[in-house]
Structures are given as C-alpha cells and as structure tokens.
C-alpha cells in the first residue's frame, strides 16, 4: 500500500531536476540543450505528480462524500466492492441461475 512517504519520493526527484537545472545556470557556462531536456523532464514529471495527487484526492473526496452521506457501500482492503447479503439474494450471485424474469 502507498503512502505518503512514498509520496515524498515523487517530490524529491523532482527537487533533483531542479538542483540539476540551477547547476547549469550556476556555472556560469549554460549548455541550452541540457537546460531544455532538463526542463522537459520536470514538466513531465510535475504533471503526472499533479495527476497522482489529484486522483488521490478524488478517491478521498468520493469516500469523504459518501460516508457523509451514507451511501458509501464498504470496500475490502483490496479496493473490490463487497455486495451485501440482501444484494446478493437478490442478484443470485453465486447461484449460477438465472431468474425466470431474464428473457
């Protein structure tokens, strides 16, 4: 399971671009290719961090929302929806029938 140390990884690579990024203008002899395939490299890695980030925060806002409202249905620790007793009577899970209703 992730957590938010494994998060701090995400930003810390992304620090490291950047040190790598004032190192070429800190010395003073500025390699532009570099600058711009270091440059690119942070983007890309800034926007799958914001897409990680803000999904995480979609998942807690719906669970957030839902608990709130109680119409959250309980998850295992897995993230697979574990139907009810009544849920399952009533879709004949597991029965490997079919309901004369089906047609």
């Known amino acids: 399971m992730a957590s ?10 992304l620090e490291e ?5 004032q190192s070429e203008f800190d010395n003073g002899n500025v390699d532009f290719d570099k600058v711009i ?5 942070i983007s890309e890695r800034a926007d799958g961090i914001a ?5 995480v925060n979609d998942t807690l806002m719906e669970r957030l929302q839902a608990a709130t409202t109680g119409s959250g ?15 399952q009577s009533k879709s004949g899970a ?7 209703d089906d047609g």
């Open 4 to 13: 938010l140390k494994d998060a701090q990884e995400l930003t810390k690579n």
């Open 17 to 21: 671009l950047v040190g790598q990024l």
């Open 37 to 41: 395939e270091i440059s690119d490299e």
């Open 51 to 55: 897409e990680t980030f803000s999904s």
């Open 73 to 87: 249905s309980r998850r295992s620790g897995r993230g697979k929806e574990q139907p009810s007793s009544k849920e």
């Open 94 to 100: 597991g029965s490997g029938s079919r309901s004369s």
